[in-house]
């Protein structure tokens, strides 16, 4: 069931590429509304949902919410950066004050309907993870710190984000082992999703800190308190 559910997703995120790439959809573009869109591919909202999502981390996709999906415009090769150009703890320093930022104003701005899509990517991700499911895991994680980046409702964290993109998706550790290996990331995840949750903007970024700061740790770095 998960290995199906899986090569869904992959299936449409090659689908809305191709039709990119080939010109059908063109960038600056309004996607399909999203009933649309799972109907067109055959999706169930959950999975679309996943799917957007990745895009979107990728630079394909702009979910700008209340209005839509949009294609972007592709970043120039020289303003990509990369993890070559950049040590793994300045990304995590970087990242830990971003998504701090990002979590505390997510927890002032969350609507009920956030609430409800924060708790379904870690109900989802507890579940991959207890059947060794390591891409839908990846995909739930991927969703979750995309949402918060957007409820955060700060454009020009989201354009520092999209600079960045590169550096940022490779500093994300894959997940690994079994279900208990991967235990304390979801962990760390679900008390981010309560901080927000209760409207607590200090709690929310104190937790996403301490998670970005763990996940350097799990890579032997020790981030410090000057960064």
């Known amino acids: 069931m998960a290995t199906t559910r899986t090569s869904v997703v992959q299936q449409a995120i090659k689908e809305i590429e191709t039709r990119i790439s080939g010109g059908e959809w ?3 573009e309004r996607l399909p509304s999203q009933h649309e869109l799972a109907r067109l591919l055959n999706l169930s909202r ?6 957007l999502s990745h895009l979107e981390s990728r630079g394909m996709l702009s979910i700008q919410p209340g209005k839509g999906v949009y294609i972007c415009e592709p970043q120039p090769v020289e303003r990509v950066w990369t993890r070559d150009d950049y040590t793994l703890a300045e990304v995590l320093a970087i990242r830990r004050q971003l998504e701090g930022f990002a979590a505390a104003n997510a927890a002032l701005n969350a ?10 990517s870690i109900e989802l991700s507890f579940q991959a993870a207890k059947e060794g499911d390591l891409l839908r895991v990846k995909l739930c994680d991927l969703e979750f710190h995309a949402h918060i980046i957007r409820v955060a409702d700060n454009r020009l964290l989201h354009e520092i984000i999209k600079l960045i993109r590169k550096p940022y998706e490779q500093s994300k550790m894959p997940p690994h082992g079994n279900f208990k290996d991967m235990e304390p990331t979801l962990e760390e995840h679900r008390q981010i999703f309560l901080a927000i949750k209760m409207n607590e903007p ?17 890579a032997n770095i020790n981030l410090g308190e000057s960064y």
């Open 26 to 28: 063109q960038v600056g």
């Open 46 to 51: 959950t999975s679309l949902r996943e799917t």
């Open 111 to 120: 609507t009920e309907q956030d609430i409800q899509i924060l708790e379904r």
């Open 202 to 218: 200090h709690l929310a970024r104190t937790a996403m800190e301490q998670h970005i700061k763990n996940t350097a740790l799990r």
